[in-house]
């Protein structure tokens, strides 16, 4: 029996609860229900446009940013040290549990 991650999505026009049921990543999640992730470089960590900002416990339930990931993100006007990820590069956790997530405004 496979376990249940819940994400909660906050962005512009509210908040969505997610069922994350597939091995896909955080990003794919987010974009194939319609939420407001750009995601323009599909997945290959090239373009920050899949940027969000994890709540605190949900940070260390999806481990580390890489030194890619955090260069990328370091360039992006709503980076935030403690809490921004590239959500194509989170990948199912593997326990129960509740990812609680905030999408950026986007830039302009």
Do not use: Y
């Not at 994400?7 to 896909?24: I, M």
């Not at 470089?41 to 969000?52: D, I, K, R, Y």
């Amino acid at each position: 029996m496979a376990h249940e991650v819940t994400v909660v999505a906050r962005h512009a026009d509210g908040e969505e609860e997610l069922q994350w049921l597939s091995e896909a990543s955080l990003m794919e999640v987010l974009r194939d229900n319609g939420l407001p992730i750009m995601a323009s470089c599909g997945g290959c960590a090239s373009c920050a446009t899949c940027h969000v900002h994890l709540a605190e416990l949900s940070a260390t339930l999806v481990g580390e940013r890489s030194e890619l990931e955090e260069d990328l993100l370091e360039l992006e006007d709503s980076f935030d040290p403690e809490k921004s990820r590239l959500s194509c590069q989170i990948e199912r956790p593997h326990v129960a549990c509740a990812i609680v997530l905030t999408i950026p405004e986007p830039w302009s």
